[in-house]
Nanobody, 122 residues
Framework: QVQLVESGGGLVQAGGSLRLSCAAS????????MGWFRQAPGKEREFVAA???????YYAESVKGRFAMSRDNAKSTVSLQMNSLKPEDTAVYYC????????????????WGKGTQVTVSS
């Protein structure tokens, strides 16, 4: 069982930056692929970024060049640095985890956090 807790959301103006963090419980964090997903009002949840157990990183086209994901296995955390934010980035951001597999699709994570709200004003 893995518990995930996101933090770092908030309100920011367009062009600004935020850094999201996801803290995971458990002693086998390094065995999990981790992902960030988001869900805007009235829209389906979508993939944002993911990082494999070995550190390979994948991004959605909409965030490439603006977002950067990282992981710290010693601290059992993943982060998402979000720069040049746009109003269309407004959503609840969720952290997801899956044992052995890098979660790049909404159906992939076995575990989810409760999410953190990111609001970008124009």
């Amino acid at each position: 069982q893995v518990q995930l807790v996101e933090s770092g959301g908030g309100l920011v103006q367009a062009g600004g930056s935020l850094r999201l963090s996801c803290a995971a419980s458990g002693r086998t964090f390094g065995n999990y692929g981790m992902g960030w997903f988001r869900q805007a009002p009235g829209k389906e949840r979508e993939f944002v970024a993911a990082i494999s157990r070995s550190g390979a990183i994948y991004y959605a086209e909409s965030v490439k060049g603006r977002f950067a994901m990282s992981r710290d296995n010693a601290k059992s955390t993943v982060s998402l640095q979000m720069n040049s934010l746009k109003p269309e980035d407004t959503a609840v951001y969720y952290c997801g985890a899956r044992l052995w597999v890098t979660p790049t699709r909404v159906g992939d994570p076995e575990y989810w956090g409760k999410g953190t709200q990111v609001t970008v004003s124009s």
